[in-house]
């Protein structure tokens, strides 16, 4: 599956941005989904996850109550809704898909996932 990351940008501290995901291919349904990201000089670190029915949502803790995940499988697109944007949300934002189901820990650590986007910049400024 190829992945296409969009809707990076840059905000002021408290703006919104909705980054959006689309895959390839006709099995979206079957990937769990999640969103990473990456500043300069640190290790890529999760964001958000989403399982492949919607169902199950998981977050970094930095994140809570500002960014929602969701996808759509109609359109094979999963979304990263930003909110009350901080400059240390500043990253490159990478979408990343699992074909096996994910439990535990694999959900937020890179090598869980087995396809990646191409990444979007995120520059909030102070």
């Known amino acids: 599956v190829q992945l296409q990351a969009s809707g990076g940008g840059l905000v002021q501290t408290g703006g919104s941005l909705r980054l959006s995901c689309t895959a390839s291919g006709r099995t979206f349904s079957s990937y769990d989904m999640g969103w990473f990201r990456q500043a300069p000089g640190k290790e890529r670190e999760f964001v958000a996850a989403i399982s492949r029915r919607g169902v199950y949502t998981y977050y970094t803790d930095s994140v809570k109550g500002r960014f929602t995940i969701s996808r759509d499988n109609a359109k094979n697109t999963v979304y990263l809704q930003m909110n009350s944007l901080k400059p240390e949300d500043t990253a490159v934002y990478y979408c990343?898909?699992?074909?096996?189901?994910?439990?535990?820990?694999?959900?937020?650590?890179?090598?869980?996932?087995?396809?990646w986007g191409q990444g979007t910049q995120v520059t909030v400024s102070s």
């Open positions: 990343a898909a699992a074909r096996s189901s994910l439990s535990g820990s694999s959900w937020y650590r890179p090598r869980g996932y087995d396809y």
